[in-house]
């Protein structure tokens, strides 16, 4: 079965120190990857995908095919940071596997 | 700017009751989703539309159904409130295309089943 997993429900880093988010997925083919992100009080986002290869508020996340897995790292951790993040994907149809989920708490 | 509104931001009903959640779109997107978020299971998604008129079960379906007579409209029925249903219930929308598109969330319903 499809399976997204987030295997930290909750991660506290202290401010200035790196974190990682982990998340492995179960799947035989080439999923899309995404990491969304909710804030305190905020609707959920996206934060970035795969496919794009991008940085976005520091954050990066590298798909890793032989170990399944597409972890979001950021060197430097900030207090805004501090929120509900959730790794997804999708394979052929338009639906998205959320994982569980990790809350991170940056500590000042 | 996208923008998915959701008709409460919190609803409370009693136990048998029938509940209307409904869901607006104003970007034209063809899809639209339905999720039902909880501590420790993440999100889970109760229904899909692909288009008017059409939609297909997710994850967790039972005890739910769904209305989508407009492009711009997704409504989430209970039809008879029970208390596991208490949760927080997500609408989402999104474009079809051959590639993945982002998915765009309403501020979500807060539904507690008494």
């Known amino acids: 079965a499809q399976r997204v997993t987030q295997p930290e429900k909750l991660l506290s880093v202290f401010k200035g120190a790196p974190v990682e988010l982990k998340c492995n997925y179960s799947y035989s083919g080439s999923p899309e990857l995404f990491w969304y992100v909710q804030y305190s009080r905020q609707r959920l986002q996206l934060l970035l995908r795969h496919i794009s290869r991008e940085s976005i508020k520091g954050f990066t996340a590298d798909l890793n095919k032989g170990e399944t897995s597409f972890h979001l790292k950021k060197p430097f951790a900030q207090e805004e940071d501090s929120a509900m993040y959730y790794c997804?994907?999708?394979?052929?149809?338009?639906?998205?596997?959320f994982g569980t989920g990790t809350r991170l708490t940056v500590i000042p | 700017d996208v923008k998915v509104t959701q008709s409460s931001r919190y609803l409370v009903k009693r136990t048998g009751e029938k509940v209307f959640l409904e869901c607006v779109q104003d970007m034209d997107h063809e899809n639209m989703f339905w999720y039902r978020q909880d501590p420790g299971l993440g999100l889970r998604l109760i229904y899909f539309?692909?288009?008017?008129?059409?939609?297909e079960k997710g994850d967790i379906p039972e005890g739910y159904s769904v209305s989508r007579e407009k492009k711009e409209r997704f409504s989430l029925i209970l039809e008879s409130a029970s208390t596991n249903q208490t949760s927080m219930y997500l609408c989402?929308?999104?474009?079809?295309?051959?590639?993945?598109?982002?998915?765009?969330f309403g501020p979500g319903t807060r539904l507690t089943v008494l």
């Open positions: 989402a929308s999104s474009l079809r295309g051959r590639h993945t598109d982002t998915q765009y």
């Open positions: 539309s692909y288009d008017v008129k059409m939609k």
């Open positions: 997804a994907f999708q394979t052929g149809a338009n639906n998205l596997f």
